[in-house]
C-alpha cells in the first residue's frame, strides 16, 4: 500500500489531484503508438497559486524567507509575492498531464535518465500558465525505450520556459500492464 | 595591443569557485513531501509494497524523484546566491538511483564565466550529487544569471 503521502497533502490542486497513477493507465499514451510531433490541441493551464509555489519550496527544505514566508515576500521581493523554484516547473507538468499528450509521465515502471530546461522568465504567483506539449523523440539505446516531450510554458502569450522531458518507459501496452498489475498484486 | 589576460570572474565568482554542500538525508518522508508538492505520485517513490514485487531498479526500496534531486542541484546555487538568482539553462543525466535511507550530497562548482555585459553576464555551475557510497548519482550543468 502507498505510504502516508496522504499527510502532506496541503493546496487545493494537490487534494483534488488524481494521485493513483495506476487508474486508467489503459488509456495513457505508450512509446509504441504515440504520435510524434502533434502538439495538443487545446493547451491546459496552471494558475499558480501562493500555497503551490510554498509546497514546493518547503518540501526541498529551502528556508530562505523569499521562499517560505509570503508576509516577508511580500515586504522585500522585487515581485512583492514569494519567489518560486526554478523546477516548480515540475508540478506544472504533472498537473497538465493527465490527459492527452504527455499522459506517459504517469507510467508505473518509468524512469528518469535526465533532462533539459530553458527557462526565460521565472514562474510567478498569479501566472495562469498555458503548457502545450508535442512528443518530439523516441529511440531505443541499450534496449531501454527513451521517450521525449517539448513543453512550452507561456503566459499570456508571451514564452516562460521550453523543457525537453525525457523519460525510459514500458515499450508497450502489455508491458504496462505488467507494471499495473504488480500494483494491484500488490494492494 | 594589450597583452593582459582577461580576467576570470564575474559578481567576484573565479572559475573554480565551489559552492557550499548540500546534504540531505532521503526518507520517506522527504519523498512522500516532494511527491505531494510536485504531484508526481509514481508508486517507484510512494508505494514501498509495489516496489518490492516491481523492482524497478533491481531493489525493493522507493527511490527518490529524479526531479528532486534536480531540484536540490539548483538549491545549490539559490542557497549560495540567493532566492533571486536566475537558474536560465538546466541539463542534467541521472546515472544511479537513489534509495530510501541514503545520504544525497550536492556539490558545485564554476566552469565557465560569460562576461557578456550588463544584464547578459552569467556563469555556468557544474553540479553533482553522490550518494552515501560516494558514487555520482547525477550530474547537472545549470546557467546562472544574477538577479537584475
Given at each position: 500500500m502507498a505510504t502516508r503521502v496522504g499527510e502532506y497533502l496541503e493546496t487545493r490542486k494537490q487534494r483534488g489531484f488524481p494521485r493513483d497513477f495506476i487508474e486508467g493507465w489503459e488509456d495513457y499514451e505508450t512509446w509504441d503508438t504515440v504520435e510524434i510531433g502533434r502538439s495538443n490541441e487545446s493547451?491546459?493551464?496552471f494558475v499558480v497559486a501562493e500555497e503551490d509555489v510554498l509546497a514546493y519550496n518547503r518540501a526541498l527544505g529551502e528556508t530562505d524567507p523569499l521562499m517560505v514566508d509570503p508576509d516577508y515576500a511580500r515586504e522585500h521581493s522585487p515581485t512583492g509575492r514569494i519567489v518560486a523554484?526554478?523546477?516548480?516547473?515540475?508540478t506544472i507538468i504533472f498537473y497538465v498531464s493527465t490527459e492527452g499528450i504527455g499522459t506517459w509521465v504517469r507510467t508505473p515502471g518509468a524512469r528518469n535518465p535526465g533532462q533539459r530546461i530553458e527557462i526565460l522568465e521565472p514562474v510567478q504567483v498569479g501566472d495562469e500558465v498555458?503548457?502545450?506539449?508535442?512528443?518530439?523523440?523516441?529511440?531505443?539505446?541499450?534496449?531501454?525505450?527513451?521517450?521525449?516531450?517539448?513543453s512550452e510554458f507561456s503566459v499570456d502569450g508571451r514564452l516562460l520556459a521550453r523543457w525537453?522531458?525525457?523519460?525510459?518507459?514500458?515499450?508497450?501496452?502489455?508491458?504496462?500492464?505488467?507494471?499495473?498489475?504488480?500494483?494491484?498484486?500488490?494492494? | 595591443m594589450s597583452t593582459s589576460t582577461p580576467s576570470a570572474d564575474l559578481w567576484g565568482v573565479?572559475?573554480?569557485?565551489?559552492?557550499?554542500?548540500?546534504?540531505?538525508?532521503?526518507?520517506?518522508?522527504?519523498?512522500?513531501?516532494?511527491?505531494?508538492?510536485?504531484?508526481?505520485?509514481n508508486p517507484v517513490h510512494i508505494d514501498p509494497d509495489w516496489c518490492a514485487r516491481a523492482q524497478v531498479f533491481g531493489r525493493p526500496e522507493p527511490v527518490l524523484h529524479g526531479m528532486a534531486q534536480m531540484s536540490l542541484l539548483c538549491s545549490l546555487v539559490l542557497r549560495?546566491?540567493?532566492?533571486?538568482t536566475q537558474i536560465t539553462h538546466i541539463e542534467g543525466k541521472f546515472t544511479k538511483p537513489m534509495f530510501v535511507g541514503e545520504t544525497i550530497t550536492l556539490t558545485g562548482v564554476v566552469t565557465e564565466v560569460h562576461p557578456l555585459g550588463e544584464g547578459r553576464?552569467?556563469?555556468?555551475?557544474?553540479?553533482?550529487?553522490?550518494?552515501?557510497?560516494?558514487?555520482?548519482?547525477?550530474?547537472?550543468?545549470?546557467?546562472?544569471?544574477?538577479?537584475?
Open positions: 493547451s491546459r493551464r523554484h526554478p523546477l516548480f516547473l515540475t498555458e503548457v502545450t506539449s508535442a512528443t518530439v523523440d523516441r529511440w531505443i539505446r541499450r534496449d531501454k525505450h527513451y521517450i521525449t516531450n517539448l525537453w522531458g525525457t523519460l525510459i518507459i514500458p515499450p508497450t501496452r502489455e508491458a504496462v500492464r505488467a507494471f499495473a498489475e504488480a500494483i494491484e498484486a500488490a494492494r | 573565479t572559475l573554480g569557485h565551489e559552492l557550499p554542500p548540500i546534504t540531505q538525508l532521503i526518507t520517506q518522508q522527504f519523498i512522500d513531501r516532494y511527491a505531494a508538492a510536485s504531484l508526481d505520485f549560495a546566491w540567493g532566492a533571486t553576464d552569467y556563469l555556468v555551475i557544474a553540479t553533482t550529487a553522490t550518494d552515501s557510497a560516494g558514487d555520482v548519482v547525477g550530474v547537472t550543468t545549470l546557467s546562472v544569471r544574477k538577479s537584475p
